[in-house]
């Protein structure tokens, strides 16, 4: 089972090595205790502590995450920059952009459900589409002191009455605790500084996370470095490195998830009767996440019966499950921006997070460092014209997945609740 929680703390001060360091001396040393501004008497684009109560507590951006968690992500990664840029030579200015997703859509005018980037999400925990987070060096200062800047849709009435509620730049700044919140429209006046040659630009070379907004703003620069002597520097290394080790706040939502998860598991097990719908399974498995609390499913599952197992990413799910066939089951659902998942045909295991793979970039070589969250996941797949098998074993595939916590102790199994022993199945199940 997998359990993929959104990540959305830090454990250690720096990382590769990681040096363990109390938060609470963090923020006396190096100012990332935010003041906490009155959140807006109105409703929001995401959840506040005025609108949602039962959700998050004074302080807190996502739930279970506070200000104070998000501004010391910023300054573990301007101390990365830090560090790496002074290995490799340069300027001491330095522009962090992080882009959020667009919305996309599903007809002309209607929406899916947004999904916010995952590390402007994991760097300040903003939820709303066509915004931008910029990270700047304070002037004549070097890092890894810096500001934090928001850059947001402005609120609009008609937009409002079809989309919701919008944060606009003062709920903004009073959520997330950055130290501005602009209109989106303004970003364009910080851009003549990034074409100085003494500025270097940090952004997730990969591809643009929305690429209206790339091309609206950054095209031209993207030109401008390229004809010139800088270039663009990566960020998405710097942020899977603060994002593989998980800090306690961020165990303690992958424990909720897990709950969730596990909990409708026995459920979708205890219901599921031969002949029954692979579409039925999916369903139920869904409502049970969601009345429990969860946000979302992680991902679409796989409900797959019978030699339908053996394709690892099945995921049609309509079709009719005999009595006598075994059913494969791998899904997961994301509570409080954290995912989590079971039974995962990838490698033995791999590191779990904001992603379902998450960190994918990490080495899966380097030693075990508590606060790490990995998967292990055991599985067989026997198709059914394999004639080197015993005929009572084709058509089978199995996969079952626990999630590990790593510690400086004992290992913490957060998928312990779900039953994967034959009795326990068994009992679940009323055979």
């Known amino acids: 089972m997998r359990f993929v929680a959104i990540m959305k703390c830090l454990h250690s001060f720096m990382a590769f090595p990681y040096t363990t360091v109390s938060v609470s001396f963090l923020i006396r040393k190096y100012s990332t205790k935010t003041e906490l501004r009155q959140v807006p008497k109105r409703y929001l684009g995401q959840p506040s502590p005025f609108t949602h109560p039962h959700l998050l507590k004074a302080g807190e951006v996502t739930p279970g995450l506070t200000q104070e968690e998000y501004a010391l992500r910023r300054y573990k990664l301007m101390s990365l920059i830090q560090r790496e840029f002074n290995a490799l ?13 667009p919305t996309v859509y599903m007809t002309n005018d209607i929406p899916f459900p947004f999904h916010q980037h995952n590390d402007l999400l994991y760097m300040c925990g903003f939820m709303e589409p066509d915004s931008i987070l910029l990270l700047q060096n304070k002037p004549g200062l070097t890092l890894p002191s810096h500001t934090a800047t928001l850059y947001v849709q402005k609120r609009d009435a008609t937009r409002e009455l079809w989309d919701g509620p919008q944060s606009g730049t003062d709920g903004a700044v009073a959520l997330t605790g950055v130290d501005e919140a602009l209109p989106i429209e303004e970003f364009k006046l910080v851009l003549p500084r990034m074409h100085d040659e003494g500025v270097t ?17 950054l095209k031209p620069l993207m030109e401008s470095i390229t004809q010139g002597k800088k270039s663009v520097r990566p960020t998405q290394h710097l942020v899977q490195k603060l994002r593989l080790i998980k800090s306690s706040a961020e165990i303690e939502l992958m424990k909720k998830a897990s709950h969730i998860s596990s909990y409708a598991f026995i459920q979708t097990m205890h219901s599921s009767k031969a002949p029954v ?10 409502f049970e996440c969601r009345s429990r609390g969860a946000n979302i499913l992680a991902y679409p599952p796989v409900v797959a019966g019978g030699n339908r197992a053996n394709t690892l990413h099945y995921i049609k799910n309509n079709q009719i499950i005999k009595p006598g066939e075994m059913v494969l089951l791998d899904g997961g659902c994301e509570a409080s921006c954290y995912d989590t998942r079971r039974y995962c045909p990838h490698h033995v295991g791999h590191y779990l997070g904001m992603d379902v793979h998450d960190t994918p970039d990490i080495s899966r070589s380097i030693p075990l460092q508590s606060g790490m969250i990995i998967t292990i996941e055991p599985g067989i ?12 074993f084709r058509g089978l595939g199995v996969r079952i997945e626990d999630d590990v916590v790593i510690t400086e102790q004992s290992p913490i199994i957060l998928s312990a609740q779900c039953p994967k022993e034959i009795y326990d199945i068994q009992q679940v199940c009323g055979m």
Do not use: C, M, Q
Not at 206 to 215: I, Q, W
Not at 277 to 286: L, T
Not at 381 to 392: L, S
């Open 277 to 286: 719908d692979e579409a039925f399974i999916y369903a139920k498995f869904e």
């Open 381 to 392: 797949y026997i198709h059914d014209d394999d004639i080197a098998a015993p005929e009572k």
């Open 201 to 217: 630009v940090w952004l997730d070379t990969t591809g643009p996370a929305h690429t209206s907004l790339h091309s609206r703003f």
């Open 89 to 101: 030579g340069g300027g001491t200015d330095h522009a962090v952009l992080f882009f959020s997703n």
